[in-house]
């Protein structure tokens, strides 16, 4: 495998002039994000002592925010970096959705593809952070799929976007919108026009990726895919290419946290992308800000390869953040320029 960036993890001058063309041109690259919409709740606190009621600690709140997070996190992204982007997926007729549908509303974009089922809960997250630490983390969601009416409905609204966009995002989180029948028609209206199809992915869900431009598992979701030992270099680079052989696809990347990233490509070669965090205190929404950084790239015509080294670079931000958070494309421009 070769490494994309030398020892160093330094990126020539004449490459990083080229990544820096790619982010002027974020403002025309279009995206549509299709997927699991996700309200990330957070409370925040500190803890003085433990409960006398059970080994636990007692957290004493003093703030609560909401995020867009799952799909709606890497939509958000993509208006963070200063492209053009719109969102499909499917909220609940409660609390949650009404929050969701805000955090949507104060962005600059539509959401007219924002369909409410009144049968099923919105997806949320709810994250108890003491101290910049995850104390506990309690879900509320359905996982059971979208009914076919629903999944027309999303269909439809694809359709009618496909002339104004240039990639196509898949945020699977196995909620409940993403379905091998949706997924097949997704392909092929994006394989008439040509449009690449990012996914991000869900192991139990592999089979429904055929044909798609290119999935980013996560080394973990990797090596399950695979059959694999995820703690083997050697295994993972072998399921990079299972994966691609397996699903037709153009390419794999595989993201391995503080090992960087490995790109997997149809014409037999591999890459591997050091690592750009410099400090970790937080993965929560890394991948939706690969994913959104990497379609936003194939938006304006960037190889794979560059495409990734920019999602990379945008993930080692992310890292340092707490919380679901975004990338501007200042700071991925600075991030280059320090690399």
């Not at 160093?8 to 001058?13: F, L, N, T, V």
């Not at 490459?15 to 919409?37: C, S, T, Y």
């Not at 798609?212 to 059959?227: I, R, W």
């Amino acid at each position: 495998m070769r490494d994309s960036a030398g020892e160093s993890g330094a990126i020539p001058r004449s490459g990083q002039r080229a990544l820096q063309q790619h982010i002027e041109r974020f403002p025309q690259a279009g995206v549509l994000v299709v997927g699991d919409l996700i309200l990330d709740h957070y409370i925040w606190g500190k803890v003085s002592r433990i409960s006398p009621e059970a080994p636990v600690p007692v957290v004493h709140v003093h703030s609560e925010s909401r995020q867009l997070g799952g799909a709606a996190n890497v939509y958000n992204n993509i208006l963070s970096l200063g492209g053009r982007a719109d969102i499909c997926g499917v909220v609940g007729a409660d609390e949650g959705g009404r929050s969701l549908l805000t955090e949507l509303g104060v962005r600059r974009q539509g959401r007219g593809g924002v369909v409410i089922d009144p049968d099923r809960p919105t997806t949320r997250k709810t994250r108890v952070i003491a101290h910049n630490q995850q104390v506990v983390r309690f879900d509320v969601e359905r996982r059971a799929e979208i009914k076919p009416p629903i999944q027309r409905r999303i269909i439809r609204y694809v359709e009618s976007r496909l002339r104004e966009i240039s990639c196509l995002v898949v945020s699977d989180y196995a909620k409940g919108v993403v379905t091998a029948p949706l997924m097949a028609e997704l392909t092929r209206l994006a394989a008439l026009r040509r449009i690449p199809i990012v996914v991000d992915p869900k192991v139990e869900h592999f089979s429904y990726y055929k044909g798609v431009t290119v999935v980013t598992p996560n080394h973990l979701e990797a090596a399950q895919a695979a059959g694999v030992n995820p703690d083997d270099d050697r295994s993972l680079n072998e399921a990079g290419e299972i994966i691609r052989q397996r699903l037709g696809c153009q390419s794999v990347l595989i993201t391995r946290g503080e090992k960087g990233m490995s790109l997997f490509e149809s014409d037999g070669t591999s890459w591997h992308i050091p690592t750009m965090a410099r400090q970790v205190f937080d993965v929560t929404g890394a991948g939706d800000t690969v994913v959104g950084t990497l379609a936003l790239a194939l938006a304006t015509g960037a190889s794979m390869r560059d495409g990734a080294v920019l999602a990379n670079h945008s993930a080692g931000i992310v890292v340092g953040m707490v919380g679901t958070a975004t990338v501007t494309s200042q700071q991925l421009s600075e991030a280059l320029r320090n690399a």
